[in-house]
């Protein structure tokens, strides 16, 4: 049985693996806190693949604060470039597959169609320049890692769009939501059951460890704004409030997000088999968790 370790298992994604990880008990899972684990340092992350010798890897961990990363760009880089580097060549020395999760925010273009994996990037903010920083260095320190971009994450942990429309779709009688910003929500647990299903098949011997080499596109099938994204919400919650369309410019930040991220699933499809559930799929399956705990 393999040993899978999950690097950021208290971020949202980290924490979906959590609990996909209780259908798998024969598997040995190690998700070691920071203190048990500092990425950032080499001599400690050697440490620990000498010690526990993971057959897997999925490091979901991340500086992902996009304005903060503006006034702490070395803690950025330090997470999103040093660290993933540093998991790839201990992934390497020690024959672990190493599953890499990075960002939409790495491109920025005028294409008007859904990105494909060998479209060019273009990142803006130190945020986006740090995550294609560590993916160039994953992939030129380890070929045989697996890259994953997704888009606009969300899950039933920690603070994203959807806890944060529901809070705020309760306390106010109406919002207002960029509506030029074009993408695809992401429900993080989908892409952990996505991945772990890779893995199983890996371990049955159903398919070579070496499909897992190269960049993949992942996030729910769809396109919306975050404003129909914000509709959605309230419309599959009731809650009642009124939600008004603005463009960008009418809520400035000090990094510019991608106004067209939508990511082309083909490749991953092709190559895993598997069927992506739309985005409003995985919305009512994270809002009936939201609901159960009453957030």
């Given at each position: 049985m393999?040993?899978?370790?999950?690097?950021?298992?208290?971020?949202?994604?980290?924490?979906?693996?959590?609990?996909?990880?209780q259908?798998f008990?024969?598997?040995t899972w190690?998700?070691p806190?920071?203190?048990?684990?500092d990425?950032?340092?080499?001599?400690?992350?050697?440490?620990?693949?000498?010690?526990?010798q993971p057959?897997?890897?999925l490091?979901?961990?991340?500086?992902?604060?996009?304005?903060?990363?503006e006034?702490e760009?070395a803690?950025a880089?330090?997470?999103n470039?040093?660290a993933?580097?540093?998991?790839?060549?201990?992934?390497r020395?020690?024959?672990?597959?190493?599953v890499?999760?990075?960002?939409?925010y790495?491109?920025?273009?005028?294409?008007n169609?859904?990105?494909?994996?060998t479209?060019?990037?273009?990142?803006?903010?130190?945020?986006?320049?740090?995550?294609?920083?560590?993916?160039?260095?994953?992939?030129q320190t380890?070929p045989?890692a697996?890259?994953?971009?997704?888009?606009?994450v969300?899950?039933?942990f920690g603070?994203?769009?959807?806890?944060?429309?529901?809070r705020l779709?309760r306390?106010?009688?109406?919002?207002?939501?960029?509506?030029?910003?074009?993408?695809?929500?992401?429900?993080?647990?989908?892409?952990?059951?996505?991945?772990?299903?890779?893995?199983?098949?890996i371990?049955?011997?159903?398919?070579?460890?070496?499909d897992?080499?190269g960049?993949?596109?992942?996030?729910?099938?769809?396109?919306?704004?975050w404003?129909?994204?914000?509709l959605?919400?309230?419309?599959?919650?009731g809650?009642?409030?009124?939600?008004?369309?603005?463009?960008?410019?009418?809520y400035?930040?000090?990094?510019q997000?991608?106004?067209?991220?939508?990511?082309?699933?083909?490749?991953f499809?092709?190559?895993?088999?598997?069927?992506?559930?739309?985005?409003?799929?995985?919305?009512?399956?994270?809002?009936?968790?939201?609901?159960?705990?009453?957030?």
């Amino acid at each position: 049985m393999p040993t899978v370790l999950v690097t950021g298992a208290g971020g949202q994604l980290g924490q979906e693996f959590r609990l996909v990880a209780q259908q798998f008990p024969s598997w040995t899972w190690l998700m070691p806190t920071r203190a048990e684990l500092d990425i950032t340092d080499a001599e400690t992350v050697a440490a620990y693949f000498a010690t526990h010798q993971p057959n897997y890897c999925l490091n979901t961990a991340a500086y992902t604060a996009v304005d903060h990363a503006e006034t702490e760009q070395a803690a950025a880089y330090a997470c999103n470039e040093t660290a993933a580097t540093q998991l790839a060549q201990q992934c390497r020395t020690h024959n672990c597959q190493l599953v890499h999760f990075s960002t939409d925010y790495v491109y920025r273009s005028t294409i008007n169609r859904p990105l494909v994996e060998t479209d060019p990037t273009d990142p803006t903010g130190v945020y986006a320049a740090s995550k294609l920083a560590g993916d160039q260095g994953v992939v030129q320190t380890n070929p045989a890692a697996m890259i994953v971009r997704t888009s606009w994450v969300y899950s039933s942990f920690g603070h994203n769009f959807v806890k944060t429309m529901l809070r705020l779709g309760r306390e106010r009688d109406e919002l207002r939501v960029v509506f030029d910003q074009v993408g695809t929500p992401t429900y993080a647990r989908d892409l952990a059951v996505a991945i772990v299903q890779i893995i199983r098949e890996i371990e049955d011997g159903q398919r070579p460890r070496a499909d897992l080499a190269g960049l993949f596109h992942y996030s729910n099938e769809g396109v919306t704004s975050w404003y129909d994204f914000a509709l959605a919400i309230f419309e599959l919650t009731g809650i009642d409030c009124a939600v008004y369309p603005i463009e960008s410019k009418e809520y400035p930040t000090p990094v510019q997000r991608p106004p067209y991220s939508v990511l082309n699933k083909a490749k991953f499809r092709t190559t895993f088999g598997q069927t992506i559930p739309h985005w409003r799929e995985g919305l009512k399956s994270c809002l009936a968790v939201l609901t159960d705990e009453k957030v």
